[in-house]
């Protein structure tokens, strides 16, 4: 049985920081391609950070040069260091994993940055 399960949303005010994390099982997680994505409301999901089984990095432009994806293939862990959190990266974050062929969601943690 696939499990992302997603941790480290919260409350935090504009220019904090967060650290989320996805432990992964079930899966051969060095083989697979990760991402952070989220959902604001009465918007689309969308890619904020995704890293290749290879370590190589993409991020979207709101988030460049603020955010760090990295993973662990050790413990099977990606992270998602978030800076200078602004209002509008409130969203829930979802962790998400694809090898080419199938593909997982986690759950979703909340991330609210707000004064």
């Known amino acids: 049985q696939v499990q992302l399960v997603e941790s480290g949303g919260g409350l935090v005010q504009p220019g904090g920081s967060l650290r989320l994390s996805c432990a992964a099982s079930?899966?051969?997680?060095?083989?697979?391609?990760m991402g952070w994505y989220r959902q604001a409301p009465g918007k689309e999901r969308e890619l904020v950070a995704g890293i290749t089984s290879g370590g190589s990095t993409k991020y979207a432009d709101s988030v460049k040069g603020r955010f760090t994806i990295s993973r662990d293939n050790d413990k099977n862990v990606v992270y998602l260091q978030m800076n200078s959190l602004k209002p509008e990266d409130t969203a829930v974050y979802y962790c998400?994993?694809?090898?080419?062929?199938?593909?997982?969601w986690g759950q979703g943690t909340q991330v609210t940055v707000s004064s």
């Open positions: 079930g899966i051969i997680f060095s083989t697979y391609a």
């Open positions: 998400h994993a694809n090898d080419g062929f199938r593909n997982y």
